[in-house]
């Protein structure tokens, strides 16, 4: 089987790219996650409008983060099992090929861990992007001085980027605060849209492997096909 008329090179450059996204996602959410350890946990400093400032704690009481533990896992997949695995499934293919000239069964495994792991992607970036715009809002000041911290505020349902968003919104005391925020909401955003390049590389890189699944079934049955072909023609020929 000719390795030059197989995709197995651009199936390694796709692999290379969408490792190389999935380490930017993890990057990006381990950001969020230090953040709401660190100085995102507040508390910040609030003015209200009577001249007297509250403390307004750096978490609402109902904060959603499933979305961003779906996305890790989509970028843990793509680094660890697409990845580190795609390498692994490569090295053996081209050594089956030119030993069997035949597919490896691992390539076969990492084919279908590829198609899963755009499929886990595709979920991530679905549910994420439904999550973030049902939770939009803004923070009633009212009663986020009627609760200031170290309780937090009660109402509504929230990401960490709609939250912080709508802190922003209010008139924070402490200018420090307000750019670690600007600069910390940025990255949040940063790894829910690097999720649509990411699953579109692994969408590129599962339909390249899935083609080249089918171009090589379809050269082992020229190749079996050729020879029986030629003995055939040879009894013809005899017969004559």
Not at 11 to 22: E, K, N, W, Y
Not at 70 to 81: C, D, F, I, P
Not at 87 to 110: D, G, I, T
């Amino acid at each position: 089987m000719a390795l030059s008329r197989s995709l197995l090179v651009p199936i390694s450059i796709m692999t290379l790219l969408a490792t190389m996204d999935g380490v930017i996602s993890l990057a990006l959410v381990s950001s969020m996650v230090s953040f709401l350890h660190g100085a995102g946990g507040g508390p910040f400093m609030v003015a209200y409008p009577d001249g007297l400032n509250f403390l307004l704690a750096g978490e609402p009481a109902n904060l959603v983060t499933d979305q961003g533990h779906t996305t890790n896992a989509a970028g843990g997949t793509a680094v660890v099992l697409v990845g580190f695995g795609g390498l692994v499934a490569l090295l053996l293919e081209r050594r089956s090929r030119k030993k069997y000239a035949k597919s490896s069964r691992f390539f076969y495994l990492w084919a279908l861990i590829v198609v899963l792991s755009a499929l886990l992607t595709l979920s991530a970036l679905i549910y994420t992007f439904i999550e973030t715009g049902r939770t939009r809002g803004s923070i009633d000041l009212a009663i986020a001085a009627q609760n200031p911290a170290p309780a937090k505020y009660p109402n509504g349902r929230w990401t960490p980027e709609n939250w912080y968003d709508a802190v922003l919104r209010l008139p924070l005391v402490g200018p420090g605060d307000r750019n670690v925020i600007v600069r910390d909401l940025r990255l949040m955003r940063g790894w829910r849209w690097n999720l649509i390049p990411l699953f579109i590389l692994g969408f590129i890189l599962a339909a390249l492997v899935l083609l080249e699944l089918w171009r090589a079934r379809k050269d082992r049955k020229a190749n079996n096909t050729s020879p029986s072909m030629l003995a055939t023609e040879g009894i013809a020929a005899e017969g004559k």
